[in-house]
């Protein structure tokens, strides 16, 4: 019998058949993750754990596989509501002729935070709990995050087109200062630079980017060699590749996130590892607009930080994170023609620690350790489809899918329990959803 006047009362436990780690205990069976104050107090195995702590908050799973939370590492969450819109076209076309017309006319803070709160419910459900998010409004993107509990890391986006949220790069910039500012104390979410690319902006113009990022000690995000086109255009205006570009203004260091990378050359592989320059890895996004194959193992062998995004909903188009690290690994096998390219516990490894440290967030999230934030997601392994279970990890990869996803923490909160999200309304969101596809479809 336990003796309960020695035990600890905390916030919650939690008892799967699986523990992956993510750090250098893979893959834990019958343990449990103690949890106080948002933060994970012990690891310790099942059958010992309730003679130390009691918990009016035990989530008792059989069968299920706890990870860290998954960090989808780059996506436009309110581009969400674009679902679908303008599929099967070239990225150009696709960006030109339909995304920024569409965006030009709808663009406002409430679809802003309808798409971001769309995204948000899919991401939750789909195991995310640290998203980035490079699109306007960022600020009205953060208090939705907040008041939601999810994590997000906000690069506002920097152009020098006008927009309804901004008239001139300097304006972007200023917006992209101010979020940085807003939410430098907040617990969940964090502000960076999102210049859009190098072929949108002046030299001088990512020289002002550099110039803030340097002041405000923060990270930049931005879409870097994505497609052959953006290569040719470089070499014909500037008589260098992108990557040349950003290393002689200064933007080629530890502080870059650089999204895609699908064009790459040895000596820039080289070049990236060598000024540690992180990459975002978006491989449904790349593959549905034909933007190219970014050589991940290549990358991985050369030591380089690879985070796995899942892009915007319109160009992918779901924010699974399950489905993105299988496309991934089967992906990344194809590419280097290595079976062995981009095992299953890599892979986990890239949408979990991996997305931490290209996001600078490690030392607090990305895996399972003691002292770290408990930013969970339990996934039921017992489909028909996951047996017979040999390997957790390699059935979590390759056989799962996200509808198997039964609950998800931040900060140790419940966002999603027994497959109901908890912070959001969702027959709200529907109705506030299909008004706003009413009024886009008028002219589509």
């Not at 409430?110 to 409004?137: H, P, Q, R």
């Not at 309804?164 to 104390?185: E, N, P, V």
């Not at 027959?427 to 589509?444: A, F, G, M, P, Y």
Request: aromatic content about 6%; hydrophobic content about 40%; overall charge negative.
């Amino acid at each position: 019998m336990t003796n309960q006047l020695n035990t600890l009362w905390v916030d919650s436990i939690v008892s799967p058949e699986w523990i992956a780690t993510a750090s250098s205990q893979a893959l834990l069976s019958n343990y449990s993750i103690v949890i106080e104050k948002g933060v994970i107090l012990d690891i310790l195995p099942t059958d010992i754990c309730s003679d130390r702590y009691q918990t009016k908050n035990h989530f008792i799973l059989g069968n299920q596989i706890v990870t860290p939370g998954f960090i989808n590492a780059h996506g436009h969450a309110a581009m969400t509501l674009l679902r679908g819109y303008a599929d099967d076209l070239p990225l150009m076309t696709w960006l030109k002729e339909h995304i920024w017309p569409t965006e030009t006319k709808w663009l406002s803070k409430d679809f802003t935070v309808t798409g971001s709160e769309l995204a948000i419910a899919e991401m939750i459900k789909s195991g995310t709990t640290t998203f980035s998010d490079n699109y306007f409004f960022s600020e009205d993107v953060g208090v939705t995050a907040q008041n939601i509990g999810i994590r997000a890391q906000l690069c506002p986006t920097i152009l020098t087109m006008p927009t309804k949220w901004a008239g001139s790069m300097d304006d972007y910039l200023s917006r992209a200062i101010d979020t940085h500012l807003r939410f430098k104390d907040s617990k969940l979410v964090s502000g960076i630079l999102g210049p859009h690319s190098p072929y949108v902006l002046s030299d001088d113009e990512l020289g002002k980017v550099v110039q803030a990022s340097q002041d405000l000690n923060c990270m930049i995000q931005m879409h870097v060699h994505e497609t052959h086109s953006e290569i040719t255009d470089s070499l014909e205006n500037y008589f260098c590749r992108p990557l040349a570009r950003l290393e002689r203004i200064g933007m080629l260091n530890s502080q870059l996130q650089a999204v895609h990378m699908t064009q790459l050359t040895e000596h820039e592989i080289e070049l990236i590892a060598e000024n540690n320059v992180k990459v975002l890895h978006c491989p449904e996004s790349n593959l549905k607009l034909a933007s190219g194959f970014c050589p991940v193992h290549s990358l991985q062998k050369a030591g380089v930080t690879i985070a796995l995004g899942t892009d915007g909903a319109a160009s992918n188009n779901d924010l699974d994170m399950l489905g993105e690290m299988r496309t991934a690994s089967l992906l990344a096998k194809a590419v280097a023609s290595d079976a062995t390219a981009l095992d299953a516990e890599t892979t986990l490894r890239m949408a979990t620690i991996e997305g931490a440290k290209a996001l600078n967030m490690d030392h607090y999230t990305g895996s399972i350790e003691l002292g770290k934030a408990a930013d969970l997601c339990a996934t039921s392994l017992d489909e028909f489809a996951n047996m017979p279970i040999y390997n957790p990890l390699s059935q979590l990869i390759y056989t799962a899918t996200r509808e198997q996803i039964t609950h998800v923490w931040v900060a140790g909160e419940t966002l999603l329990k027994d497959k109901q999200l908890t912070t959001i309304d969702s027959d709200e969101l529907r109705i506030k959803v299909s008004k706003w596809r009413q009024k886009i479809n008028t002219q589509h």
